[in-house]
């Protein structure tokens, strides 16, 4: 059974970074993208950014290429989302998502997530 479990949320203020971590267990031998999604209240779900397994190629959300890094532990089994520059409209849940079946921007396309963590800009 796959296991996303996301860290590193809290509450930051604006201009400020935070570094979100999403670490996966049971995976199977299939080396399955990783991507982060975003969910501000009363708004749909929204891509972020994702990663190939081998960490060879990334892709991001326009509102965050350039402030925002994705990276990725094989050895470790974990995908690492650094935020720079964080502003108000950066605040959401952040979700962990695994194995794209299809386009990476479709939450629906996902095989598993995690829980989420809270990611709340101050001004």
């Known amino acids: 059974q796959v296991q996303l479990v996301e860290s590193g949320g809290g509450l930051v203020q604006a201009g400020g970074s935070l570094r979100l971590s999403c670490a996966a267990s049971?995976?199977?031998?299939?080396?399955?993208?990783m991507g982060w999604f975003r969910q501000a209240p009363g708004k749909e779900r929204e891509f972020v950014a994702a990663?190939?397994?081998?960490?060879?190629?990334?892709f991001y959300a326009t509102s965050v290429k350039g402030r925002f890094t994705i990276s990725i532990d094989n050895a470790k089994n974990t995908v690492y989302l650094q935020m720079n520059t964080l502003s108000l409209e950066d605040t959401a849940v952040y979700f962990c998502a695994g194995d794209p079946e299809g386009s990476y921007l479709r939450p629906g396309d996902w095989a598993f997530w995690g829980q989420g963590t809270q990611v709340t800009v101050s001004s």
């Open positions: 049971g995976r199977t031998s299939s080396n399955w993208p």
């Open positions: 990663i190939t397994w081998s960490g060879g190629s990334t």
